[in-house]
């Protein structure tokens, strides 16, 4: 069934391909909401092409490519709204789903838009699910989205403008370095959002 799969969905990409080519600016927008509403595609690669050969508007692939991303997300979103406690109810016990839900809603733009920054394979479609479960507010959640892609496909694009396409192979040979460095900005982040609320008088100690 798995390699059914994968035929079906390398068929696609191929039929896909060069409708998506003619679109010019807008194509990698195209690529990115397939990629975030349904059918997976190797977007890093996409994108470093993109940028490689047209690499004074390496920053308006990224802004599309992250906008696109946003409008895609909506489905998998739509659907976690629509009826996924249910769903996420059958995998995990009531207690649990209540802790996952209690730290989401503590600090839920974080929680979105690191995993949008991380790389493949990160379960970016399951936490965009989440989102839709636990109601995140629809622009939040796409701001969520769009800043954690813009930042990491700038990130990616100035690494192709320095090393070339091959740069997208760098960037998942030190996956665990990025999840790292994101870690600590979330900490920094969730540092920055207590104090803030400390000193507004909306937290106690």
């Not at 996409?46 to 490519?65: M, P, Q, R, T």
């Not at 998942?172 to 920094?188: D, N, P, Q």
Request: aromatic fraction near 12%.
């Amino acid at each position: 069934m798995k390699a059914v799969f994968i035929r079906v969905l390398a068929k696609c990409n191929l039929l896909l391909l060069p409708l998506l080519a003619k679109l010019g600016f807008w194509g990698v927008g195209a690529w990115a909401l397939l990629d975030s509403s349904t059918i997976p595609v190797p977007m890093d690669a996409i994108l470093a092409v993109y940028v490689w050969n047209d690499k004074s508007h390496f920053w308006l692939y990224c802004l599309l490519a992250a906008g696109g991303s946003a409008i895609g997300g909506l489905l998998p979103y739509g659907l976690g709204r629509a009826g996924g406690e249910l769903f996420l109810l059958k995998r995990v016990n009531r207690k649990r789903y209540e802790r996952i839900r209690a730290r989401f809603e503590r600090q839920e733009f974080l929680a979105m838009m690191i995993p949008s920054m991380l790389p493949p394979p990160t379960p970016w479609k399951a936490c965009v699910f989440a989102a839709g479960v636990f109601e995140m507010r629809i622009v939040p959640f796409m701001l969520a989205v769009f800043t954690g892609r813009m930042v990491r496909w700038l990130v990616l694009s100035l690494l192709v403008l320095k090393l070339g396409p091959g740069a997208v192979g760098l960037v998942e040979h030190h996956r665990l370095v990025l999840v790292a460095i994101v870690g600590g900005l979330a900490v920094v982040g969730f540092a920055w959002w207590w104090m803030r609320k400390k000193r507004a008088g909306k937290l106690k100690g």
